[in-house]
C-alpha cells in the first residue's frame, strides 16, 4: 500500500502541460474567491443591515431560481468551446467580487447572485471538467479530477486565512471584495495567454449523433438510462456533504454549544486532510469498481454529517469531521471520472451540465432540507435523518456495482480486439 501511495509522485510528469495550468488556475480562482465568501453574509449583516431570513432567500433560492440556465452552459461549452466559457465564467466573478464591494440595496445583491449562479462558478464547472476529460486519457481522469479537487480545498484553505490575516491588520470588507476581483481577473489574464481551446472535432459538429439511436444533443443524455441513474444515486451523498457548509455549522455552534473558532478549525482539518491525502488515495484506488468507491464515499459522509447526531465532546467532532473527510475525498473526483467516461465526446459537455446541475442541485437541496427538519423535528434528530439518506446512497451504488463491472469487462474487451 506504501508502494501504491509513493507512486503518484512519480508519474505526476505523465499529465500534459496545459493541465497543469488549469490546475493552477483553479487553484488561484477558488483562493482569491475564498478571500470574500465566507464573508459575504456577514457584510451583508453588519453593513446593508440584512435580516437572516433575507440572506437565506437570496443565497438559496435565487440559485435555485436561475439552475435551469446551467444546463444552457453545457450547450454553451460543446458548441463554443472550454476556454471561452472558462474565460466567461472567471470574468463574471470579477463582476461579482465587485459589484458586492459597492451594493448598497438587496435587490442588486439578487441580481449578483442571479449572474454568478448562471453564469459563474457553476459554468466553470462545466467547462473545466470537460477540459479535464478532454486532455487526460480515461485511465488517468480518476487521478486528475482528484489533482483538481485538491487544488480546490487548497485554496480554501489559503484564501480564508490570508483573509483573517488582512481583517487582523484592518483592511475592510470592500477591499477585501476588491482583491477577490483582482485574483480572479489574474486568472483570466493567465488563462487567455496560456491555455488553448480543448474541444474534441466531434463536438463540433452540432447534430452529430451521440449514441447508437442517432440522438444528439441533450435527446441523448436523457435518453442515458444508465448516466440518469447514476446520477439519481449521487443526488443522495451530494444532498449530505451540501449540509457542511451551513447547517452543519448552527447545528454545532447553537445546538452542541462549539465556539465559533472552534468549527472554523474542524473546517480547515476538513480541507488539510483532502489536501494531503486526496492525490495518493484517489490514485491508489483508480482501478477499483467505481460503484463501490461511491457506496464507501457515501457511507463514510452519512456516518462523519448524520452521525454527529451522536457527538458529544469536541474530540468526538474531530473523529466525525475526519471521517467526512475521507468520504469527500473520493466523492467528486470518482463521480466527475465516472460521468467523464460516460459522455460520448460529441456532447461531453452537455453531459458535465448536467453533472453541475447534479451537484449543485443537491448541494442546495440538501440545506434547505436539513434546516427544514432541524425546525421540525430537533438538531440531533435532523442529523440522524441524513445518516439514513446517505446510507441509502451507499445501497444504492452498491446496486449498481455489479452493472460497472460488466460495462468494464466489455469495454477492456473492445479495447484489446481494436488493438
Known amino acids: 500500500m506504501i508502494g501504491r501511495l509513493r507512486q503518484p509522485a512519480r508519474n505526476l510528469r505523465a499529465f500534459p502541460a496545459q493541465f497543469w495550468v488549469l490546475t493552477l488556475g483553479i487553484f488561484i480562482y477558488v483562493a482569491a474567491a475564498a478571500l470574500a465568501f465566507p464573508f459575504e453574509a456577514i457584510y451583508l449583516r453588519t453593513a446593508l443591515d440584512t435580516s437572516m431570513t433575507m440572506i437565506g432567500v437570496v443565497f438559496g433560492l435565487v440559485p435555485l431560481a436561475v439552475m435551469p440556465f446551467q444546463f444552457w452552459g453545457g450547450q454553451l461549452t460543446d458548441r463554443f468551446g472550454r476556454r471561452v466559457v472558462i474565460l466567461l465564467s472567471v470574468s463574471v466573478g470579477v463582476v461579482w467580487f465587485v459589484g ?28 473545466s471538467n470537460a477540459m479535464i476529460a478532454d486532455l487526460l486519457p480515461q485511465e488517468k481522469r480518476q487521478e486528475g479530477f482528484g489533482i483538481t479537487r485538491a487544488a480546490m480545498n487548497f485554496g480554501v484553505v489559503v484564501g480564508p486565512v490570508a483573509a483573517g490575516q488582512a481583517l487582523g491588520f484592518g483592511m475592510s470588507y470592500r477591499v477585501l471584495f476588491l482583491s477577490a476581483a483582482v485574483g480572479c481577473l489574474s486568472m483570466v489574464v493567465m488563462m487567455s495567454v496560456w491555455i488553448r481551446e480543448s474541444r474534441p472535432p466531434a463536438a463540433t459538429q452540432a447534430d452529430r449523433p451521440a449514441d447508437d439511436q442517432g440522438r444528439s444533443g441533450y435527446r441523448a443524455v436523457v435518453h442515458d438510462r444508465v448516466f440518469i441513474v447514476f446520477c439519481l444515486a449521487a443526488v443522495l451523498p451530494v444532498f449530505c456533504i451540501g449540509n457542511f457548509g451551513s447547517i452543519y455549522a448552527v447545528y454545532i455552534t447553537d445546538f452542541l454549544g462549539v465556539p465559533s473558532r472552534t468549527w472554523a478549525y474542524l473546517l480547515t482539518l476538513n480541507a488539510l486532510i483532502i489536501v494531503l491525502v486526496q492525490i495518493p488515495l484517489v490514485t491508489a484506488l483508480r482501478h477499483r469498481n467505481r460503484m463501490i468507491l461511491l457506496a464507501v464515499s457515501s457511507a463514510l459522509l452519512a456516518a462523519g454529517i448524520g452521525g454527529s447526531a451522536f457527538a458529544g465532546p469536541v474530540w468526538s ?3 466525525f469531521i475526519i471521517v467526512l473527510s475521507f468520504g469527500e475525498t473520493l466523492l467528486s473526483p470518482v463521480a466527475s471520472a465516472e460521468v467523464a467516461d460516460l459522455a460520448p465526446e460529441a456532447v461531453r459537455g452537455r453531459y458535465m451540465g ?66
Open 100 to 127: 458586492f464591494a459597492f451594493v448598497r440595496e438587496l435587490w442588486q445583491v439578487a441580481l449578483l447572485v442571479g449572474l454568478e449562479s448562471a453564469l459563474g462558478w457553476p459554468l466553470f464547472q462545466t467547462a
Open 317 to 319: 467532532l474531530v473523529v
Open 354 to 419: 448536467v453533472w453541475t446541475v447534479v451537484w449543485n442541485g443537491g448541494a442546495a437541496l440538501g440545506p434547505a432540507f436539513g434546516g427544514w427538519a432541524m425546525d421540525r423535528v430537533g438538531g440531533r434528530e435532523a442529523f440522524v435523518l441524513l445518516l439514513v439518506i446517505g446510507l441509502a446512497g451507499a445501497v444504492w451504488f452498491l446496486g449498481l456495482a455489479p452493472g460497472w463491472r460488466r460495462r468494464k469487462a466489455a469495454q477492456t474487451a473492445e479495447t484489446r480486439a481494436t488493438a
